[in-house]
Structure formats: structure tokens, C-alpha cells
């Protein structure tokens, strides 16, 4: 069955410190991924997408997101953390069509970043 | 650009009863989608729309839940009869079409509480 997961129920780290938000996926083929993050009572906002080429994407609010696909996952990381990106953050992939012959997006359970000042 | 719109952001109602949700999506966007976020979970489709005809409802508890885009632009969600575990987030989100390699935009949500 094809599905994305995140390991992590919640990531707590520094200010200052790099962070990374897990994900994993398993589908068939080429898989193509994304990440939103949500804060509190605001809907999901899109940050970046791994479609095809580099396995570094680059995206909003200085965030990057690494794709291997020997592991089968598509790490979210930034390089310094801010207080302010505490929220909860959502891996998603596009899934091959379903039976209505449609590109489902769909997301793993989420992570809840923590930033300590 | 103005984003998606959702209206009401908050709704308490009780079992058995009805509610209904409006989205207005991105100006152009031929997609939309309702997604259901129960407390701790990642967002869940309920049914994707391409303009106005429905490309995927296969999530939809049609037993109680209908959604309409007559015109191919706004479109409602409805729940008749509400249940408790209908409380949730119902989350509106349009692309500018619904291929592989687009991404959504969402709309604040609403909160539904079912008592």
C-alpha cells in the first residue's frame, strides 16, 4: 500500500540549533512529496515540493528538505531554528490515481516542532 | 492574490443535526478538495473536485455527507445527521489543477464540535 509516515510525534530543539522533521514514504514508483505546517487555528501552508531533479529542495521561511531514495524518506531540515517556527509540520505525497482516476494528496499524522528559546 | 475562503470558522451543534460549510477556492483554480482533520491526525480526504464534476469521493461517508460545486467554483459540505466523531477541522483547499506536481492551498478551516 502506498503511504507517507512520520515517525516523530514531537521534536523538541534549541534556538540556534539545526532541526530535522522526519518522513517516510512508501509507494510505487517515482514518489512526489511534500511539506506543509500548520500553526494554531491557521490552515496548512505549503513550504516546499520534491517533484523530480536535485535531491535538495529548497523552500519557504528557509527551510530545505533532502530526498533519498535508497531510504525512502524526505527529511524536513533548517540550519538554525527560530522560536517562531514552532508548529506542527505534515509530510504529504501524491498517490498514483485512485480508482476515480484522480492524484489523492495525502498526509502522514503530522510533527510537533518545538523551538526552546 | 486572495486565498481560499472558509466560512464558519467555528460551528457547535448538536447530534443528529445538520451543518453545512462553504469554500470559495483561488480565483482560477480548477481543483478543490475537503479534507477532515480530527484532533491528532494528519488532514484526510474526503472528495476532490475538477471544476465542477467529482474526480474522487471515495472517502466521503456518503451515508451523511454530501458536497456540491454547481457552478465549478464555490462549492458547500454537508452533514446530515452529525455524529460525535464528525468533531473535527473540515479543511477546504484548492490547486490550480489537481496533477501530481501541483500543490494545494488551504483555507483556515473550520471547526466543527458535535455534542
Known amino acids: 500500500a502506498q503511504s507517507v509516515a512520520q515517525p516523530e510525534d514531537q521534536v523538541n530543539v534549541a534556538e540556534g540549533n539545526p532541526l530535522t522533521v522526519k518522513c517516510t514514504y512508501s509507494v510505487s514508483g517515482n514518489p512526489y512529496l511534500f511539506w506543509y505546517v500548520q500553526y494554531p487555528n491557521r490552515g496548512l501552508q505549503f513550504l516546499l515540493k520534491?517533484?523530480?531533479?536535485?535531491?535538495l529542495v529548497k523552500g519557504s521561511y528557509g527551510f530545505e528538505a533532502e530526498f533519498n531514495k535508497s531510504q525512502t524518506s524526505f527529511h524536513l531540515k533548517k540550519p538554525s531554528a527560530l522560536v517562531s517556527d514552532s508548529a506542527l509540520y505534515f509530510c504529504a505525497v501524491r498517490l498514483y490515481p485512485s480508482g476515480a482516476g484522480s492524484y489523492q494528496l495525502t498526509f502522514g499524522k503530522g510533527t510537533k516542532l518545538s523551538v526552546i528559546p | 492574490e486572495a486565498g481560499v475562503a472558509q466560512s464558519p470558522r467555528y460551528k457547535i451543534i448538536e447530534k443528529r443535526q445538520s451543518v453545512a460549510f462553504w469554500c470559495n477556492p483561488i480565483?482560477?483554480?480548477?481543483?478543490l478538495y475537503w479534507y477532515q482533520q480530527i484532533l491528532g491526525q494528519g488532514p484526510k480526504l474526503l472528495i476532490q473536485f475538477q471544476n465542477n464534476g467529482v474526480v474522487d469521493d471515495s472517502q466521503l461517508p456518503k451515508d451523511r455527507f454530501s458536497a456540491e460545486r454547481l457552478k465549478g467554483v464555490d462549492s458547500t459540505l454537508k452533514i446530515q445527521p452529525a455524529k460525535l466523531e464528525d468533531s473535527a477541522v473540515y479543511l477546504c483547499a484548492s490547486s490550480w489543477r489537481g496533477a501530481v506536481n501541483t500543490e494545494a492551498f488551504f483555507g483556515q478551516g473550520t471547526r466543527l464540535t458535535v455534542v
Open positions: 480565483s482560477g483554480h480548477a481543483t
Open positions: 520534491y517533484i523530480t531533479g536535485d535531491n
